[in-house]
């Protein structure tokens, strides 16, 4: 069963930091590009991060540069988002996707998402 499962989310202070986990189940992770994306309420979703499978190619959206560090365990089949200094317009939720065959990974063409774990960053 292909599955992905989200965890880590929680609230925090500003200025905290949280570690969020994506277990995959059914997938050889290392043959997947590994993207992040996040919906905060009443927005659209849109993508936070984004690690080929090969680790040559990265990238982070502005608003998260120098905050967020996305990485992949592929012998745990399982990928991370470390996020420090959060902000209260970092609240959202936060979805973990797969893509294969890119190195890239705009939001529509991701082949496989999990259910989402929500952030929360308020005092």
């Known amino acids: 069963q292909l599955q992905l499962v989200e965890s880590g989310g929680g609230l925090v202070q500003p200025g905290g930091s949280l570690r969020l986990s994506c277990t995959t189940s059914g997938f050889s992770l290392e043959t997947y590009t590994i993207g992040w994306f996040r919906q905060a309420p009443g927005k659209e979703r849109e993508g936070v991060s984004c690690?080929?499978?090969?680790?040559?190619?990265?990238s982070y959206a502005d608003f998260v540069k120098g905050r967020f560090t996305i990485s992949r365990d592929n012998a745990k089949n399982t990928m991370y988002l470390q996020m420090n200094n959060l902000e209260p317009e970092d609240t959202a939720v936060y979805y973990c996707a797969l893509v294969r065959y890119t190195t890239w990974c705009p939001e529509y063409i991701m082949d496989y998402w999990g259910n989402g774990t929500l952030v929360t960053v308020s005092s």
């Open positions: 690690l080929s499978r090969s680790g040559g190619d990265i």
